[in-house]
């Protein structure tokens, strides 16, 4: 219902939802309710019902309420059972139009209706908070965040909430993406599956049903599961909403300003208060550090105010590369020619999106929620900022795209660690602190776990459309190039009309990458040629690895032109060989 979506069984009008349950101490049901839209006329109600009955003994009337205009929103409904704790129960919803029939009369009936008019979200039945209750998780991702960006890494964002969950909690200093695109490496952090496992190979893709996801293992554990989202290409078409009971759809601006995603979540709190007996699975994601680098104007001035005046957007001589015509994902650039004014862009963006963690977890707090919980920070990937001439984007397998930020906080550790760990040991992790002792997510390992320190682990990471795969392992760092589309880089060239285009240089095919990190941290030395003894163990170990794929296949998903074109002014237009028009 608009952008707030919830798991939920469809039923028609006195077609009762039944299900048998032990009541425990302090009992209470809980449901939001709806009714689907052009089922109710204007100016009418319906009755809610709700019934229970004991074995041997007859059914009675446990709560009643009157709905009216629920076709644009879900309303909430609890209903006191606290008079029946310890006893096994049936319990029956139901919605009537009119007088109530009798529920025997109507289950007498055989007929089986099959119009949904009205929608039950996530019926619970409720009761006195356990002792050992699990604790709440919180999971955020934020989009094209460096690894070297935030504060706590001693980056040029001033980040003072991560900062302060850094300073609690556990930091992973060596962090390595999956992939370097949004959708392929949620769908991994979700997951703990490879993209060669899921087959979510770019932003054009949906999570095949056949992935289990960390909402699905937490749900079973008892979890109540929510996510918020600021992306479409996150969102339920694309198959991101699996095993989540709640899910809040991006907003037509959110991918612009998280604001609107920390608004969703405020309006869900008092809900979730009333629910507080079950732990929370919270997924929020914010996608501020991306391009376009538009942080809110009051926002800005109060960031120049208080770390400096921003830098102007021209510089003599220019400090990034001069161009006439810009592909769409780099229209915010046009004009500009100094680096330090898009690069202060990001930063302000990075300190935006800590603002509104900030922000969130006071109303969770606020909420009476988050007395015990487990945080995980980390991002999907980083951003090109100028380096190996890559500009404001996150293609190609380097450093600054594949290393991310990776906080965990609550988990009763604290320090730096500096081993090479993976993203797709989050959703193992996290459900290890969710008591999911025996169980395992993908490929992951439980980052709360002590590693040998002789131990060597090599991380794997693959470029979105299958065009590089490539290694953290020990000292060194390795890429190899598997398609003939890969391309990197920037060149400016002057076309027909006399106008300063880019052009994105070519990688072909078999071209490889290595590099010695503990004695080039930079990147700076293509070890590649007088190392060919490395490169074909390596080769070796990626033949393997890729021979252990599970081989899901992810189907290209429904799109309009418009979401099409959204998508390539986000710069993902390459991942799907789709000719977007350049600006002029």
């Not at 009798?102 to 979200?121: G, H, M, Y």
Request: with cysteine; charged share 20%; proline share 7%.
């Amino acid at each position: 219902l608009g952008r707030d979506a919830r798991r939920a069984w469809p039923a028609d009008w006195d077609s009762p939802l039944i299900a048998d349950v032990t009541l425990p101490r302090d009992a209470r049901l809980s449901v939001a309710v709806a009714t689907v839209r052009g089922s109710l006329p204007a100016g009418t109600s319906v009755q809610l019902l709700c019934e229970l009955r004991e074995a041997g003994k007859g059914w009675r009337s446990m709560g009643k309420r009157e709905l009216k205009d629920a076709q644009d929103r879900w309303q909430p409904w609890v209903v006191d059972l606290s008079a029946f704790a310890g006893r096994e129960v049936t319990l029956a919803l139901r919605a009537v139009q009119g007088t109530p029939r009798t529920l025997p009369a109507v289950l007498s009936e055989s007929r089986q209706s099959k119009r949904a008019r009205v929608l039950w979200a996530t019926p619970m039945v409720l009761g006195e908070p356990i002792k050992d209750r699990k604790p709440d998780i919180v999971l955020v991702t934020l989009d094209t965040l460096r690894g070297d960006e935030p504060g706590f890494a001693g980056g040029r964002a001033p980040t003072p909430f991560l900062d302060r969950l850094a300073s609690e909690g556990l930091v992973f200093e060596s962090a390595w993406s999956s992939t370097n695109s949004t959708q392929p490496s949620h769908a991994s952090i979700l997951t703990g599956l490879a993209l060669q496992d899921h087959g979510v190979v770019d932003n054009y893709s949906a999570v095949p049903h056949e992935v289990t996801t960390l909402a699905e293992e937490l749900r079973e554990r008892g979890y109540h599961t929510v996510a918020a989202v600021s992306q479409p290409c996150l969102g339920l078409g694309c198959g991101f909403g699996q095993g989540f009971d709640q899910f809040l759809q991006p907003a037509s601006d959110s991918h612009l300003d998280g604001a609107s995603t920390l608004q969703g979540i405020e309006a869900w709190c008092e809900e979730w208060s009333a629910a507080g007996e079950r732990p929370l699975f919270l997924w929020l994601h914010l996608y501020d550090p991306h391009t376009p680098y538009v942080p809110p104007d009051d926002f800005m001035q109060s960031y120049a105010a208080e770390h400096g005046p921003i830098p102007p957007k021209h510089a003599d001589p220019a400090s990034m590369p001069i161009l006439d015509v810009v592909p769409a994902d780099m229209e915010f650039l046009l004009g500009t020619t100094n680096i330090e004014w898009a690069r202060t862009q990001y930063s302000a963006g990075v300190a935006y999106a800590d603002l509104l963690l900030e922000r969130t977890d006071k109303a969770l707090r606020d909420a009476g929620l988050l007395s015990r919980a487990v945080w995980a920070v980390t991002a999907d990937h980083g951003e090109s900022l100028g380096e190996r001439n890559s500009w404001f984007n996150h293609r190609g397998l380097y450093p600054e795209v594949t290393r991310v930020p990776l906080i965990l906080n609550g988990l009763g550790t604290s320090g730096s660690n500096a081993e090479p760990v993976s993203t797709l040991d989050i959703a193992q992790t996290l459900l290890q602190a969710a008591g999911g002792s025996s169980a395992t997510m993908g490929r992951g390992e439980n980052l709360n776990d002590t590693r040998a320190p002789e131990s060597k682990r090599t991380i794997w990471f693959e470029h979105a459309s299958n065009h590089q795969v490539g290694c953290r392992s020990g000292p060194w760092y390795f890429v190899t190039t598997i398609s003939d589309d890969m391309s990197f880089g920037l060149e400016v060239v002057v076309d027909e009309a006399g106008r300063k285009v880019p052009q994105l240089p070519n990688v072909p095919k078999g071209t490889h990458f290595l590099f010695n990190l503990e004695q080039d941290p930079e990147l700076t030395a293509n070890l590649a040629e007088s190392e060919p003894d490395v490169v074909d163990a390596f080769l070796r170990e990626l033949q393997a690895w890729r021979a252990s794929a599970e081989g899901m296949r992810s189907g290209l998903r429904a799109m309009t032109p418009e979401d099409i074109a959204e998508l390539g002014a986000l710069g993902y237009a390459d991942q799907l060989k789709l000719d977007v028009p350049e600006g002029d």
